[in-house]
Structures are given as C-alpha cells and as structure tokens.
C-alpha cells in the first residue's frame, strides 16, 4: 500500500465507487421489493371481485361454472394482454374455469397465498385465494400476472444494473488512473531532474516548476544542497589553500636540496677508484664514508621533495578540476594534435632517462573544452605510463577521430592493470596492491575527474598483444556545450 502511491491513489477511489455500486444495486432492489409488494396486494384485492363472478354451479359434474367477469378483472387482463391470466378451481386443484396453464395450489387457510411460475418464457406470479362465490360455494381462485416487478428485476439485474455499474466503475478506474498519472508528472519530472544530476551539480531546483503539495520537499532539497555546496566549497578552497602555500616553501626546498645533490655529484670522492662502489666503500676511511652516505641522504631526500612538490601540484590541481572552477572560464577550441606534441617535447627527458620508446601516432583532430584542464589531463597519463613502464619499454600516444568522434589514446607495454582493479584505479589515492615505483594515487582521479566535466570516461583495456594498459579518452561528437 505505501509502496506505490499511484495504486494507492487509485484503490482508494475504486473502492467507494464500488460501495456506492452496490449500494445502488440494494437500493433498486429495494425499491423491486417495494413495487412488488404493492403489486401482491392490488392482485389480492381483487380476488374478492373474481369470487363475485362466479355466478352458477356447473351444469355437469365435469363443466364450468357459470362465469361474469366484473369489469375490473376485464380492464386488468386487458391492460396486460398476453401477461395476465386467471383461473378457477374446485378444492382438488382442477381448473374449471379461465387459463388452464396456471397451477393452482389449494390453500388450507382462507388467506391469499402467493407463488411464481413460469410459462411461455415469463415468469408469472400467482394470487391463490379459497373462498365463497356467489353461486357456485367454495371454489379456489387465482389470478397470474407476468409484469411483477421482483421477477422483471431479477431477469434484467445483469444488464440493467450490475453491467453499468461495473462499467461505470472500469471507466472511472482509467480515468483516475489517467488523471493521476497526468497530476504526478511534476513529481516523476523532479525525480527524474533529481536523478539526473550529477555529484557537482548542486544548483537549487525551480520551486515555480513544482506543485503546491511538493514545493517543501523542494526547499527541503534545496536546503540539502546548499548544506552540501558550502561544505564541499569549503573542503576545496581548503585543498587549493593547502597546496598553494605548500608549492612556495617546497619549490625552495626542491632548489635547495637538487643544488646540493649537483654539488655531490660533481665533487670526486677523495680516494675513490675505478672498481665497483660497494669495494670503494669498505676500501674507503670513515670520513669518506661518512661523505658517500651523506650524498645517499641527500639523493633521498632530493626523491622526497619531488614526491611531495608533485602531490601538491596534484592536490591544487585535483582542486581546480571542479565543475563550477570551470565554468568560470570560456570554452575554446582546443588542438589535440599540438597538445600530444608538446607532451612529447615535456617528457621526452623523463622517456629517455628509462630509455623508453616514446613515439606518436597522431592526426589532426579538435574539441570544445578547457586546454589546461586537457593538457593537465594528458600529462598525468603519459606521467603514469613512463613512471610504471619498465626500462626499454614503449609507450604510444594517439589522438584523431574515429566515426565522427575525437579521441585521445595513450597505450604501454608495460605490466598493465588487472580487469578486477580497473574501476578502483580510478578513485583518489588508491594504489595498485605490490605496485613498484613512487605515487600517491592521485593521477588518474585527476584525469577521470577531468574527463568527466567534458561528458567523457576514462576507458581501460589491455594494450596491443594482451600487454601493459591503453587508456582511452572519446570525446561526445557534439561540441560540449556546458561544462
């Protein structure tokens, strides 16, 4: 009952009807009831006047009687024609008189006695009376008439009022559901509009567009969202602030630490020699150990501050991904081929230091979107391809259009993505389980977050030959008109 309120709606409007039908159908046969018992009493007023008309005995044992009709009794069978009939009797039930058909049951009393019978495809119903006559003694009598209205009711209950009613009640069945359908179309519109949206979409919803009855729920939502927007604006100026204060003291930390790293590096150990760095190491005094671990520490921390200079420009950037930071600037035609080709020029350092096979294959294609958002996009991928390739691997960058679709592509051999993990690579700071090399799990959300404000995926397959990961990123084929 409460778990569909249209079937609720319309059983609670079906059923009165369905009382009131019946209640019909008592009251007409009430009303049948009523008739028919004026209609016994009028037949029982004039037996006396039929008893009067016997006048004579019958001439022979096995003759009628003498028989005048009164005029009353003639005007009543001639008002009925073929649906009136009477009949009288001796007291052993034979008719010695009138319509032979009629069945006449002797009464032991002298009170009419009434009963039905059927004749001729007509239900008749029968006043028997014993009685004086006027000049033939004690006789029975009886008078039949086939417009009683108990029987007509009986016969013609099913089309007269069961039929209409239950007709009555199937059409206004359709209609209310019709009307009720019609009057929550709002309500299935909001629910709809409501479903719609996505996480960022915390707009308030048009209480003009909705009835009367669901504008508090409206506002209530729309309190919800707010609540909502404000917590989450919150959380991102957080971020943003976070990561931007960070960027400051850990870029000079970086130079810093990168200077002394060069510093070391340059210097020439005192005493070293050609040979393996493990046998220099133990063929070297204290202080010159103490001078390799120290360029170890400071290669280490060198590592350190990179991770963490790029988690912040990660965080900023996770931060400005965000659908209103978009909207706040114009859409513009962004040229794919130029953008995989100064990643090329960026990471083509990055690829040669793992001697990693960094090619492209690309063909002029553009879309509608934010190029620093696409860019930034881009460069994660390709920064987690050439981070978790192998040494001597290959990775591959496209871009072009396929049936009417721009597209981008970036596809390795390295050891690739189990379809189980798919899904979760793509949430915030998940890492693979036993991944090797250095992330915070922020790179692909970054990208997935991205290509979702311009109504895309990120699409995760194997690469070419059942090896590494390809990532596909197709574009919708009409421009983005909103982001």
Known sequence: MTSNLRFRLLLLLVLPLSVLALMGSWFAYRSAEAAAGQHDLRLMRLLPALADAVLAE??????????????????????????????????????LAGDTWIRVEVP???????????????????????????????????????????????QQLLLRVLL??????????????????????????????????????????????SPDEVRPLVRSLNRLFALVDAQAQEQRRFVADAAHQLRTPLAALQAQVEAWALMVQSAPAPGASEGSAAAASVAQPPRERTLVLGATQIHQLRDATRRTSQLARQLL???????????????????????????????????????????????????????????????NLVDNALKYNPDGGRVTLRCGVRGNSAFLE???????????????????FYRLPGATGEGSGLGLAIAEEIAQLHQSRLEL??????????????????????L
């Open 108 to 154: 032991t009393t002298r009170v009419a006695e009434f009963h039905s019978q059927e004749f001729g495809g007509l239900t008749y119903r029968v006043a028997v009376l014993r009685s004086e006559t006027a000049g033939a003694g004690e006789m029975v009598l009886a008078l039949a008439d086939g417009s009683d209205a108990r029987q007509q009711w009986a």
């Open 410 to 428: 970036i596809e390795d051999d390295g050891p690739g993505v189990p379809a189980s993990e798919r899904e979760r690579i793509v949430q915030r």
């Open 164 to 209: 209409p009613n239950v007709l009555l009640i199937a059409a206004a069945g359709l209609a209310i559901y019709w009307s009720v359908r019609r009057a929550f179309e709002p309500l299935v519109a909001l629910a709809g509009a409501v479903e719609r949206r996505s996480p960022r979409d915390l707009q308030p919803i048009d209480e003009a567009a």
């Open 317 to 379: 950037a996770l931060s400005r991904a965000d659908a209103r930071h978009a909207q706040a600037q114009p859409l513009q035609r962004v040229d794919l081929k130029d953008l995989c080709e100064s990643l090329l020029e960026a990471f083509f350092e990055q690829a040669a230091a793992k001697n990693i096979d960094f090619g492209l294959e690309v063909a002029p294609a553009s879309v509608w979107g934010h190029a620093w958002l696409l860019r930034e996009l881009l460069s």
């Open 461 to 482: 397959g194997e690469g070419a030959d059942g090896r590494g990961l390809r990532v596909l990123l197709a574009f919708p084929k009409e421009p983005v008109a909103a």
């Open 58 to 95: 019958p001439m022979a044992s096995q003759g009628p009687p003498l028989v005048m009709l009164p005029p009353t009794i003639e005007e009543f069978l001639r008002q009925r024609q073929n649906e009136a009939g009477y009949a009288i009797a001796d007291l052993k039930g034979r008719v």
